[in-house]
């Protein structure tokens, strides 16, 4: 089955099943999802034309897997997947134009990896990764331009290994690593220059 819409597919449609493909003819996909429960993979849908996935499956904690999306237009993923408790992996996203990550992955406490991705744009990484316990390692996501980064790392407590990641931009980092965090750590030469730094508190 296929379908054109010009609005967002809300949960529950009485056409939509796993599976069609569905062809969203809007910007603005936030909140599509928001706290769906019927779906443990989401549709096949084209939002190609799609800039801002803020909290589309915000709390969908069914959802398992994610597949076909485009997002090459992306300009914010914040919230995108907040407390989607039962992703286990996340398959290659295009991030190259999101400047906004905020909160993208919180509390996703099942996720094991997530996959590289262009990061390159991104102003706004904070809380992105917070709260996922089960998360074991990371990309060399490329953070040149990043500015607001706290409690990006916050309760990672299976995360061993952190890659070469540039801190230069960065003027907030408070709680970057808490929650217990840093107790697992046992490599952290991408922040060697973390000691230099007077705005990183609360670790």
């Not at 997002?71 to 906004?100: E, H, P, Q, W």
Request: overall charge negative.
């Amino acid at each position: 089955m296929s379908d054109n819409f010009n609005f967002p597919v809300k949960c529950g449609y009485e056409r939509i099943i796993p599976g069609d493909f569905v062809s969203v003819e809007s910007e603005d996909l936030s909140s599509m999802y928001m706290r769906c429960q019927s779906y443990f993979i989401s549709l096949l849908i084209n939002t190609s034309k799609s800039n801002n996935f803020t909290d589309m499956f915000y709390e969908c904690s069914n959802l398992k897997y994610v597949v076909g999306l485009d997002m090459s237009n992306a300009g914010s993923t914040r919230g995108m997947f907040y407390n989607c408790t039962s992703i286990k992996k996340i398959l290659y996203l295009d991030l190259s134009n999101v400047t906004d990550m905020y909160q993208m992955f919180y509390n996703c406490n099942n996720i094991m990896e997530i996959p590289f991705t262009n990061t390159s744009n991104v102003i706004d990484m904070s809380y992105a990764f917070d709260s996922c316990y089960n998360l074991t390692e990371l990309p060399s996501f490329d953070t040149s331009n990043v500015m607001y980064a706290s409690e990006l790392l916050n309760s990672c407590i299976s995360l061993k290994y952190i890659p070469l990641w540039d801190l230069g931009n960065m003027f907030d980092m408070g709680y970057f690593f808490g929650g217990g965090t840093l107790d697992k750590l046992t490599d952290l030469d991408g922040f060697k220059d973390l000691g230099k730094r007077t705005d990183v508190y609360g670790m």
